[in-house]
């Protein structure tokens, strides 16, 4: 193809909202001296660093990035701006979920409809994914933990311009312990430091920016008790010093507090899920500042029908109610004793979910365990960032940042289920959603 028509075409094809010159530029095959500068005009501002709201504000974004926020007659807005009227709505920053499995397969007539798929087949079911996760808000993820290393594929895609999604933060493939959680029978997998440390080295020399250890039992897999410990303390210690050494950050799932005692003291990052964690470790890992992603929409009645529609099987079901009290109570002990939370479902961001998405369903769930709407779309948000240690790019709506904006029909601060009425989506200044464009 010319390289004149393949311009066009790529053109044609981005979701993004371009002014008539720049269109006419491009299609006199000249690319425009600078992007194209966009204004949000009328809608209100939400700070999740303040917890204030700007009514009636203009933010200008230049190219990828915010350029100015201000009133209403403050920013001046360039004449060839493309201006879009968000009247009404409610800006937030784009949403953050810190537990995507892409590649997610679940025991029952998931894992047998996908059985034998192929890596293109993954990676196409995790393109159509990423589209769908981008389209419900949710601007930025992390996957800890996927399939055949297909998600480090798709991220370089993504940031390449070549397919859309969410900014991804991979952790690669997990490192699972022969008999462990994620498991098969028979099958021997890392054990022991050295093992394991080879397998971290692995996962970062494919380019991952997290490790994932599975360092106690989970629902999924039989792969051992929920609560047990069931990787060692030699194992785990070894992990963290292995990944830290390259500044790759470790993420571990746990349901045992047992186990995560030890991940805290080793300088574990993130706990995943925490189905069964007691105050005791709690409070350890408040005062190490240990991130903890809840996850909790997993184990809730209200998202039985998602298991139900996947056609789980009696055990897998019967394990999940098994831990679903404990893990509310756990998540209530965590708020109470103000352990750094940031937002993740262990499901598909966009699944439906009692109404909604998997990501705002989670994140109503923190407010009835006790957050405020504020500290709960800031988990949402500014905490996932800060997590990731991007908070000087993503999370909040401020200059300078990505313009990662999402438009919702209600004032969040005091409502978090104001969420559920998201109807803009743009995700480093391209308009991926609009659903009042004309």
């Known amino acids: 193809m010319q390289p004149f028509l393949l311009s066009l075409v790529q053109l044609l094809m981005r979701p993004t909202r371009i002014p008539g010159a720049c269109l006419l530029i491009v299609l006199l095959g000249t690319a425009p001296a600078h992007a194209a500068v ?30 100015a926020i201000g009133a209403s007659g403050e920013v001046d807005v360039p004449t060839d701006a493309d201006v879009i009227d968000v009247a009404g709505q409610w ?9 995507v499995h892409l590649g997610l397969i679940l025991p029952g007539k998931m894992a047998a409809e996908l059985a034998g798929e192929t890596d293109a087949a993954l990676a196409l079911r995790m393109a159509a994914a990423a589209r769908e996760i981008l ?11 996927d399939s055949r290393h297909a998600e480090l594929a798709l991220d370089r895609s993504i940031r390449k311009g070549e397919s859309h999604g969410p900014r991804i933060h991979a952790a690669g493939e997990s490192l699972v312990i022969t008999a462990g959680h994620g498991s098969e029978p028979g099958v021997r997998y890392a054990d022991g430091p050295y093992e394991l440390i080879k397998a971290a080295r692995e996962q970062i020399s494919l380019g991952a920016k997290w ?15 929920i609560a047990e410990a069931l990787m060692t303390p030699e194992e785990i210690n070894a992990v963290v010093d292995a990944a830290h050494r390259f500044g790759v950050k470790v993420a571990a799932h746990s349901g045992s507090s047992a186990a995560t005692s030890v991940a805290v003291d080793a300088g574990v990052d993130s706990i995943e899920h925490g189905y069964t964690l007691d105050r005791e470790v709690l409070r350890k890992m408040h005062k190490a500042g240990t991130w903890l992603v809840p996850t909790i929409v997993v184990s809730q009645p209200a998202t039985a029908p998602f298991f139900e529609r996947i ?18 109570e756990a998540l209530k002990t965590a708020i109470e004793e103000d ?31 006790g957050m405020t709407p504020l500290e ?27 313009a990662d904006i999402v438009a919702v029909g209600a004032d969040p601060l005091a409502d978090i289920g104001a969420l559920r009425t998201i109807s803009f989506v743009m995700k480093g200044g391209t308009v991926y959603r609009d659903d009042g464009a004309r």
């Open 38 to 67: 966009t204004a949000l005009v009328g809608g209100t501002v939400v700070d999740v660093d303040s917890g204030e709201a700007l009514r009636d504000a203009v933010v200008l974004v230049d190219g990828e990035r915010i350029a």
């Open 91 to 99: 800006l937030v920053p784009g949403l953050m979920n810190m537990h």
């Open 135 to 145: 389209q419900a808000g949710v601007t930025t993820i992390r996957t800890p933990g």
């Open 211 to 225: 490790v994932k250890i599975l360092i106690s039992g989970g629902i999924a897999t039989d792969g051992g008790a």
């Open 311 to 328: 056609g789980s099987p009696q055990w897998y079901l019967d394990r999940r109610d098994s831990v679903g009290k404990l893990h509310w």
């Open 339 to 369: 352990v750094n939370i940031a937002l993740g479902t262990d499901q598909l961001p966009h699944e439906p979910n009692d109404g909604t998405t998997a990501t705002v369903r989670e994140a109503e769930y923190y407010v009835e365990a």
């Open 376 to 402: 709960a779309l800031r988990a949402a948000t500014i905490e996932p960032a800060r997590m990731l240690g991007a908070d000087d790019e993503v999370g909040s709506l401020a200059v300078g940042k990505y």
